[in-house]
């Protein structure tokens, strides 16, 4: 099902590159537009979706929180004790800030036990050693699990070029990272990257699934080339006593494209929606994904029936809900432009449940925060022709 949801409280601060995290019903929002003010310092939000009303809650920390920066287009993916239990942590590496600063750090958020019938987050920063990932956005992270033991998998991304590499023209250029494949051990920090032979270009904006020992790399976008490969990469990891070993399988598909959201609607079976055929088309298809121990199955699934604004948009942008459901944006024409908003916003739900997000409100949640001022954003970007202009104004 396809709907359409009225934007309300403090939804100008959503932009294309955000994440969505969910700890069980409840959904928060990170990447907001500019840096966090006063009146809201974390820059992470409640995601309250009631009555077909999108609001963001302001989301309160833990006193021994580390800080965490908006970023947009971050690595995030969800970490639980035990294959198929219930998420206790997420995961965010990278980024890019407010300011277009490429952030290399890893955080582990995780959500504090309510205390007066409220909750809160903590966010805490994790040093890594060894073979450290270079600071990138664009990239994926997915958890996998081996004999018992559990690794995070990292591939992909874009960064600046090289400082000593940089001139005043191409300063802002970003590159394709290194066809590399990092696999980070948790509880020691320890970061370990491999060269699959398999892996010849830095992709990025790709979607990455994963499966006990096995992560599915699908689509993404090579800037050297400017390709859209239509392979599926299946790296397995192998965890035992000593080195862990990795290997890559070339599997031919006809799954070409970059930017698409992919939801999981049950323990092995998942959807890719949206993303882009090309540099001006987008893909208005929906593929079903269906994995097992040793094989993968494609199938294109009944699409939406898309709204008109939707198909006549060039860009569209979103992120997983959790539970089969998917929040996108399109930019708003000029005709239906208003102070308060930039965007629409819909909700797909390939889930069973209808509307899959009414348990997203939390009920204890003051409604003063409804009307707690949020000063504009301080955010300035450069135009082509050098000029800077506030992109609130």
Sequence with gaps: SLQIVTPASNTSLIQPGFSLLHFGSHVFYLGQKGWPKRSCPTGVFLLDLKNNDLKLRPTTFTNDSCYLPPLRNPAVCSFSASQGGEITQYLIHGGKTPNNEI???????????PVNKRFSLCCS???????????????????????????????????????NQRTTENWNNVIDCEPLVYLIDLQFGCSTSFNLRELQD???????????????IFGGHS????????????????????????????????????????????????????????????????????????????????????????????TWFGADMGKGAV????????????????FFFYVLN????????????????????????LEDSEEFTFNRDGNIFDEDT
Excluded at 271 to 288: A, F, M, P, T
């Design 223 to 314: 800037l050297g080339n400017n390709f859209r490969p239509p392979n599926v990469y299946k790296i397995k990891v192998d965890l035992p006593i000593g080195s862990p070993a990795l290997s890559c399988t070339v599997i031919n598909s006809n799954l070409s494209f970059s930017s698409a959201i992919a939801t999981q609607t049950s323990p092995d079976e998942f959807v890719i929606v949206g993303g882009y055929q090309s540099d001006n088309q987008k893909r208005l298809l929906c593929s079903g994904v269906f994995l097992d121990d040793e094989t993968i199955d494609i199938q294109e699934i009944e699409t939406p029936d898309w709204a008109g604004e939707i198909k006549h948009s060039k």
């Design 350 to 373: 390939f889930g069973d449940n209808d509307p899959v997000l009414q348990t997203c409100s939390q009920g204890s949640t003051e409604e003063q925060e409804d009307s707690m001022p």
């Design 125 to 163: 920063e994790k040093d890594l050693a060894g073979d450290v990932p270079e600071a990138r956005y664009g990239h994926s992270m997915n958890v996998v699990f081996s004999r018992g033991k559990t690794a995070v998998v990292m591939f992909g991304g874009r960064s600046y070029m090289p400082l």
């Design 327 to 342: 929040l996108f944006g399109i930019p708003v024409d000029n005709k239906h432009q208003s102070a308060d908003c930039s």
């Design 202 to 216: 830095g992709l990025s904006f790709h979607v990455s699934l994963a499966r006990n020992d096995t992560v599915y």
């Design 103 to 113: 952030s290399h750090k890893l955080y582990i958020m995780t959500m504090a036990f």
